[in-house]
């Protein structure tokens, strides 16, 4: 096909319908004023609406969430920073459907204009729900115990120095707790590794049993375990994990009793540290460690304050 068989074949305005109509991306145009006029079958997929009750009658706030962000639109697509002047090119945003479910998009758009006047403009919405889904997952596979469904040990890094720098900015209180269980060696060597998991996973329950939605829950490894309780003092941590020591006391007996009636009994050894002022978070860690350490040394079974500093002997 030559050039100007090529550039008569592209101005055929049925050809042109056709490949808005085949593209499998939502495509959306509209006028100087907002209004769409251009809403094709993918769009029409995406946005669960047909295009004879959008077509002349929504206008491009009513799609997306919130609707000052197609204002935003607008003026990037009048600076340089994303393709250009006139062009925006795959800018992630997030739409809105007929039934009220926000969906996030790769954005493409351009300026229209004949004549040297701006008469609309029109935007390629390419679903980024499956990416958004699939990176989800894999962040929380990242992060997460696969045994207990607890966060793991990297996320408690992170999500200790998050908070304590919030605490720090707002001069909230923050108490830490690090657990580990009792006996816990001599009932996995009785009953083996499978009952063992079963006592991790108690503990892990139980966990999730007694936190508030602003506390955090954590296994290390082994059996050691973490709480982090956000804006809470030191007694009043110690009153929370009192309260979860002994609904685990509670639960696991019962829970265990197809083992027999001999069992070794499993408790917990809890220490706490309230974070104090411009503490790091590996001093905070080890004052609470070595207090759930004097817990053990005095026979287990209940929760041990830290002291305000790390002292020898």
């Not at 001599?186 to 007694?210: A, K, Q």
């Not at 296994?219 to 007694?235: K, P, Q």
């Not at 309260?243 to 083992?259: D, E, I, V």
């Not at 809890?270 to 004097?294: C, V």
């Amino acid at each position: 096909m030559s050039t100007g068989e090529g550039e008569q074949f592209m101005a055929n305005q049925s050809v042109i319908d056709k490949l808005v109509q085949l593209c499998p991306d939502g495509i959306i145009g509209v006028n100087r004023e907002g209004t769409i006029v251009i809403f094709n079958e993918a769009a029409e997929r995406l946005f669960q609406r047909d295009d004879n009750e959008v077509l002349g009658k929504l206008h491009i706030t009513d799609i997306y969430h919130p609707p000052d962000v197609a204002r935003q639109i607008k003026k990037l697509l009048y600076d340089q920073e994303h393709g250009g002047k006139g062009r925006l090119d795959e800018v992630e945003v997030e739409v809105i459907n007929a039934v009220g479910e926000k969906m996030p998009i790769r954005l493409s758009a351009a300026l229209l204009v004949e004549n040297g006047a701006e008469v609309g403009s029109v935007g390629f919405f390419h679903d980024m729900t499956a990416r958004k889904e699939l990176e989800d997952e894999l962040l929380r596979r990242s992060i997460t115990d696969s045994l207990t469904g607890l966060f793991n040990r990297r996320h408690f890094h992170d999500t200790l120095k998050h908070e304590m720098e919030r605490s720090q900015r707002y001069h909230r209180p923050l108490t830490l707790a690090m657990l580990d269980l009792d006996s816990f060696k001599p009932f996995n060597d009785t009953y083996g590794h499978h009952e063992g998991d079963n006592i991790l996973r108690l503990v892990s329950d139980t966990m999730r049993g007694s936190l508030r939605q602003l506390d955090h829950a954590f296994r290390l490894g082994g059996d050691e375990f973490a709480f982090i309780l956000v804006e809470t003092e030191l007694d009043q941590g110690l009153m929370a994990v009192e309260r979860f020591r002994k609904a685990f006391n509670k639960a696991w007996p019962s829970k265990m009793a197809y083992l027999g009636t001999k069992l070794t009994p499993v408790t917990l050894s809890i220490g706490l540290a309230q974070m104090g002022e411009g503490e790091r978070s590996d001093k905070l860690t080890m004052r609470a460690d070595l207090a759930m350490y004097e817990a053990k040394k005095d026979g287990g079974d209940r929760a041990v304050k830290a002291r305000p500093e790390i002292k020898d002997g």
